[in-house]
């Protein structure tokens, strides 16, 4: 049974950084894309970064690009997305999913995904 579980999640004021990490137990990890998503409250989940398999390349939403970076160790089998100028607005329970495909290329839907995390709150103050 394929898992992920995101961490790092917290309060941070206006300003600050977080490093959120998923780790999956999915024997070929290093094999999927993997994305993260976020979603506040009252609004609908949004993409927020994607990763190829390989970690070769990263794609970013608007919103985020040029404060958040996105990477993966797949030795590990964990991602990453650190934070960076951390704004109220960026205040999200935070998603790590998988592509199921193998080797497949980048997908920024939602729908794409097949497993999920449970996510992690950040909150960022003003």
């Known amino acids: 049974q394929v898992q992920l579980v995101e961490s790092g999640g917290g309060l941070v004021q206006a300003g600050g950084s977080l490093t959120l990490s998923c780790t999956a137990s999915?024997?070929?990890?290093?094999?999927?894309?993997m994305n993260w998503f976020r979603q506040a409250p009252g609004q609908e989940r949004e993409f927020v970064a994607a990763i190829t398999w390989s970690g070769d390349r990263a794609f970013y939403a608007h919103s985020v690009e040029g404060r958040f970076t996105l990477s993966r160790d797949n030795a590990k089998n964990t991602l990453y997305l650190q934070m960076n100028s951390l704004k109220p607005e960026d205040t999200a329970v935070y998603y790590c999913a998988a592509d199921g495909r193998v080797h497949g290329p980048p997908d920024m839907r939602a729908g794409g995904m097949d497993y999920w995390g449970k996510g992690t709150l950040v909150t960022v103050a003003a």
């Open positions: 999915i024997r070929t990890f290093g094999e999927h894309g």
